[in-house]
């Protein structure tokens, strides 16, 4: 008999919803305690929930919205979305209500009021475009309960904190909300949450806590569950193929480095184009002189705006992306010394893939923008 290395592929797939969320508890009750709880009690409220890739917002959120029954829950992932008023709108729609002619907030609000027999919660997911795009309808949503007497819950979901991406004049008028961090995971924490995938996919014996270890240590920097599941998947199925009986660490090399350039795609989607051309001329200096300054980023910088015609970024802007890119762990800046007393400078460096590569990717997704 031909023994398989896997039991059940579902909990190895992006699409599983875990029962158990592990080392979430806090962000669990935060969400509780902020959104939920008054909701019950009809009072509408935000909560921005923010963490890099693979940090388990979604998976968290999906899991409270299959245990909570008594609300009226409608999640929407708005990574091709434009407008705040376009969810709203879906939202409607959930709720079977269809809205004649031109869609009004304050139509969406006053159907909703009709129809509506239990609380209503929002969660909007990859909105980080949105919220930099669409303030008004940011600010419109979140004060639906003064505006337009229909309070609702509402969740925000994004790779990064939002008050970095609104002025300081927008976060004023939109007073206080709260805030959920989702941390990148520790090496501890994603050596458990894929022990607890691989129980329940993998056949006993086929794999071994070294091989937990090994994944943990390649996610450590990442810092992303969906990249470690993604690993223990490959390297369950190269195995396999195998013929082998039990997962071997050659397996999780090749498993590893067949994730990489997916890995960064997910992550150049959460680029706007101003982005997009900051990191393509990075990797412009990168790929001509071996090396990117702030001085020689600022200049290349320019050049491709004017290709595109758009307004040259200032320097704030490089500054922020560059930290924005840094977050997301697709490149790192160093500052080096010029010697001692002479003062230093900044450099841009890209993470994991080559340069190359990069360019290519930037390429493909810069043409679908
Ligand atoms: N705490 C956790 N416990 C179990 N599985 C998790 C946990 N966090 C993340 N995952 C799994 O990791 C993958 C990525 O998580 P996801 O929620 O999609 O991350 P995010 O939305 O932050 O990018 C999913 O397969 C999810 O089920
Ligand atoms: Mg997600």
New binding site residues.
Partial sequence: MIRKIIRDPGPLE?F???R?????EKQIRDIFTSVILPLRSGIGSTAFIY??????????VKQIMENEKDLHIFYENAISITSFRKVMSDLSGSMGVSIEGKISYESVFRSMQRVKNRPVLLIIDESLNLIRNDFEGLYSLMRSGELFGASMGLIIISVDNPALHLSSQDMRKLGIFNEIK?DRYTKDQIFD?AG??AVLSLYDGSWTNDILLQIAGLCERSGS??MA?EILQKSAFSAQYRGSEMIEPEDVRAASAMINPFVTESKLMELDFREILLLQSVCQNLHTSGECTMESLSKTLSMNSEIHGIRTPDTAFIYRGIRHLETLDIVESRLESFGPGKGVRKKVYVNDVPVEVLMEKIQEISGRL
């Avoid at 158990?20 to 979430?24: A, D, G």
């Avoid at 963490?51 to 968290?60: D, E, I, L, R, Y």
């Fill in positions: 992006n599983f919803i875990p158990n969320i592990i080392h979430r963490g890099q890739s693979g940090t388990g917002k979604t998976a968290t989702f949450i607890s995938r569950a969906r599941i």
